[in-house]
């Protein structure tokens, strides 16, 4: 639909160390369910996980280069897990995909339109 906007969908993480594939896998399998429902439903754009954000490089414009450095820029409790792009007739329909991903995964979904 053309007057569709695109959202994004970000996956809030907690540091530490991954839940083990007994805790994790059933998480996966139900987040794998809503992905298949918003793909039928043509919702579904782009998404995937992140891997740690030891493995970020950073690039930051200095006077004159850019400085290249390893990690995150910022140090967290949370960090960016994962993401996925929808799209959405308005904030609420994109909001209502944000919930079944939460209530998949149990972690926080922050729900945010790209700019037109």
């Not at 994790?24 to 298949?36: A, C, G, Q, T, Y």
């Amino acid at each position: 639909m053309a007057d569709e906007t695109h959202y994004l969908l970000s996956v809030y993480t907690p540091g530490g160390t991954p839940p083990p594939p007994e805790v994790l896998d059933p998480i996966m399998r139900e987040l794998d369910r809503v992905n298949k429902e918003m793909m039928d439903a043509g919702a579904w754009v782009f998404g995937g996980g992140l891997a740690a954000p030891s493995t970020a490089t950073v690039l930051r414009k200095t006077d004159d280069d850019v400085l290249v450095t390893d990690g995150p820029f910022v140090e967290s409790k949370e960090y960016l897990g994962g993401f996925t792009i929808i799209k959405a007739p308005d904030l609420d329909a994109a909001m209502d995909w944000g919930k079944k991903v939460a209530a998949a995964i149990g972690l926080p979904i922050e729900v945010r339109p790209f700019e037109a």
